[in-house]
């Protein structure tokens, strides 16, 4: 009787031996896996970071390369005064024009917004509106007068009127200049570029050689300036000695219509921005020269503008960013630096 007990002793220890082991085993497996299901959940958590400031950027065709540098260079900015700088109407399913992203920006209650001026009456009484509602607007590159806006960061037209005056005389004797402006482009910014070529070539002894003229085109859209442009070979009479442009797209427009109609060296291109094709262009000598506005200025004078509005309740009303000529002389230096910045 006594062996029966110690026998069945025996096998009570061995059983609840058996049994810690086996919630010891499955402990140990349960921690483990909570442990490992904790650091995918930790690997694929998606990090956040908190901003001061909700600042907007808005413009006509965000992908333009000119809007391209400008809201790089305002994005590195406000990134290092840790605020977050929205690409307005980005990834959206409808094209919104500039004054429906406005009152959008105005809605999320942004603290700050660069926009793109005009100087038509409705962007005008938008940005007024968020003068209102405490929402400063800075435009950019092109101005909205008497609207509210607190400053306007762009270039001194009337320098790089005289840039292109100077670079004409450089070229030519004397002969017709052409100067080609945009219709959907701020007229005040142009007619001071048009009066700093004037003024120029009015103070050379050789003034009378030089007959300057201006033909407004709509370049809304590529198609519609290539066309303007071509018809100014069409009659060849009158096809000017210089031709200015003073933006990318007839810049562009010009240089393929000098190709086609075989006018290399026979009509000089003066162009404004800088794009592979521009500088390539002026490379290979069929773009004489082309205007390079600091992309990188504009976008730091931005977010400089409304940061010291935010602070301090004031902010000057003009900024100025540097421009530089590009001719075949240097044009080696921005084709290095473009190679660099794309790698």
Not at 11 to 39: A, C, D, E, P, R
Not at 161 to 183: D, H, P, S
Not at 208 to 232: C, P, Q
Request: proline share 1%.
């Amino acid at each position: 009787m006594k062996k029966r007990n110690i026998l069945s002793n025996k096998t009570m220890i061995w059983v609840l031996v058996i049994f810690f082991v086996v919630i010891i085993m499955s402990t140990g497996g349960s921690l483990l896996y909570f442990q490992n299901s904790l650091k995918v959940k930790q690997q694929n958590q998606v990090e956040y970071k908190l901003y001061e400031k909700h600042y907007a950027f808005i413009a006509d065709d965000s992908s333009d390369t000119i809007w391209e540098g400008v809201y790089k260079s305002a994005k590195e900015e406000a990134e290092e005064n840790n605020i977050y700088l929205e690409l307005s109407g980005k990834n959206l399913a409808v094209n919104y024009t500039k004054s429906q992203l406005l009152d959008i920006a105005i809605d999320s209650n942004v603290d700050g917004v660069i926009l793109e001026g005009d100087e038509s009456n409705g962007l005008r009484d938008i940005i007024s509106e968020a003068e209102e509602k405490g929402i400063p607007v800075i435009t950019v590159l092109s101005d909205c007068t008497n609207s509210g806006r607190k400053s306007f960061v762009g270039v001194n037209s009337y320098s790089m009127g005289q840039v292109y005056g100077e670079q004409v005389l450089k070229t030519t004797e004397g002969g017709n200049i052409l100067v080609l402006m945009n219709t959907n482009s701020d007229n005040t910014i142009q007619n001071i570029i048009y009066a700093g070529i004037r003024d120029t070539l009015k103070g050379d002894e050789r003034n009378e050689d030089y007959h300057l003229n201006a033909l407004a085109i709509n370049n809304k859209s590529t198609f519609g300036t290539e066309e303007a442009v071509r018809d100014i070979f069409i009659n060849e009479e009158e096809t000017p000695d210089i031709i200015i442009c003073l933006d990318e797209v007839s810049t562009t427009s010009a240089y393929q219509a000098v190709v086609d109609y075989n006018k290399v060296g026979v009509v000089n291109i003066m162009g404004c921005y800088t794009s592979d094709t521009i500088l390539n262009a002026i490379d290979r000598e069929v773009i004489n020269s082309t205007i390079s506005i600091d992309y990188k200025e504009l976008g730091e004078y931005c977010i400089d503008a409304l940061q010291e509005y935010s602070n301090t309740g004031h902010v000057s009303e003009y900024m100025s960013a540097d421009i530089n000529l590009i001719t075949k002389e240097n044009v080696g230096e921005y084709l290095n630096y473009d190679e660099e910045t794309a790698e």
